[in-house]
């Protein structure tokens, strides 16, 4: 198939519409619904007036949050191919009692709002994924045991099956994200992977899995080899406490290993660099933002995450290109870039 001219995806990137940068690269966000995004993705004559403000608190300071209704999302996809929701990852679409959470009812929205060729990225909840949960405890927060970790049954009806009935083809993947932990407080290694390969062995395999891990030492040959003969797909991740992703590259063998012909990258925030600083310098999310964008860090980042869209294209993988706010201050300014960086390549390499 001859590629589509560089001009014209170049003009189509200018106008934030990423769907057509390359066949096989699906850009996206984690989480829409910003106001701040008024004129370059949502409409301001539809969306200015459905405007609604939160207070939020981030590292001790107080923030107002600008949110669009999830009707929005309409927009959304004239310009994304996917998108990534984490409101999954706090709480589980279905009651242990079986009666629907607030959670389904927005994901249902999610779903008839979009149109039909919509993708989907849902993190699982934190619930089955996380060793320990953050509680009060006699009046005080501390992270307890979760007697729920990996527990496939609460995964299966309580989330997938639930999630696959409102989505149906639009449910794109499942994200398995497993928060950080410090080495003297989780397992050896290889007892990580028996874990999750008995939770791996449990669930319905109709659905296209990529794990996160979060804990470098955790990042073994031995993972990585089980994720490819499992055939899941290792979720590439821009992270604070992460090796950079041309090392995590490196660290998969220089491949990918869902079976399922697919990727996920996700650019969350600058590497060595805490949630609280990163969200308060990229707020109010209007556009590139100082420190984020402006870093030889974040040039990197554009670089190796260009260089894995490379890859990507070579193999004929399908790549989901997750941007967020925090990595650097406006996801579709960081789509437009990533873009046009590709095309660089495209005009090269005829791409």
């Known amino acids: ?20 940068i390359h066949p096989v690269l699906r850009f996206g966000s984690a989480s829409d619904r910003y106001a ?29 949050e600008r949110l669009l209704p999830v009707a929005s999302v309409e927009d959304y996809f004239l310009h994304f191919g996917v998108l990534e929701l984490d409101f999954t990852y706090y709480r589980p679409l279905v009651e242990a009692t079986g009666k629907p959470s607030p959670s389904l009812f927005t994901l249902e ?122 055939d899941l797909g290792f979720c590439f991740s821009h992270w604070q406490w992460l090796p950079p992703l041309i090392d995590q590259w490196s660290l998969v063998g220089e491949r990918f290993t869902s079976g399922a012909g697919e990727a996920v990258v996700r650019l969350i925030q600058p590497r060595d660099m805490a949630f609280d600083e990163s969200w308060q310098r990229a707020y109010p ?18 670089d190796e995450t260009t260089a894995l869209m490379y890859q990507a294209v070579e193999a004929g993988v399908v790549l989901h290109v997750i941007g967020n706010n925090r990595a650097w ?8 870039t990533l873009a046009h960086r590709f095309l660089d390549f495209a005009e090269r390499k005829g791409a």
């Open 1 to 20: 198939m001859t590629p589509r001219p560089v001009d014209d995806r170049r003009a189509e990137a200018d106008r934030f519409d990423l769907r057509q």
């Open 36 to 64: 701040a995004w008024l004129d370059q993705v949502y409409p301001r004559d539809v969306w200015a007036g459905e405007v609604t403000t939160r207070k939020k608190t981030v590292g001790g300071r107080s923030f107002e």
């Open 285 to 302: 999310f209007e556009g590139p933002a100082a420190g984020l964008s402006d870093t030889a860090a974040a040039r990197r980042m554009v």
């Open 109 to 230: 929205h999610y779903a008839d709002a979009s149109p039909a060729n919509a993708r989907y990225l849902l993190k699982a909840p934190q619930q089955v994924v996380a060793r320990r949960l953050r509680r009060k405890v006699d009046g005080r927060w501390a992270y307890v045991e979760n007697p729920d970790y990996l527990n496939p049954e609460l995964f299966t009806t309580q989330f997938l099956v639930p999630a696959q009935q409102k989505l149906g083809v639009k449910l794109a993947g499942v994200i398995l994200e497993q928060p950080y932990e410090r080495a003297a407080e989780s397992p050896p290694p290889e007892t990580f992977v028996a874990e999750w390969d008995r939770f791996i062995g449990e669930v319905p395999n109709d659905a296209t899995y990529h794990l996160e891990v979060r804990s470098s030492h955790l990042l073994t040959p031995a993972y990585f080899e089980w994720l490819a003969n499992r």
């Open 329 to 336: 201050g406006n996801t579709p300014d960081l789509g437009r």
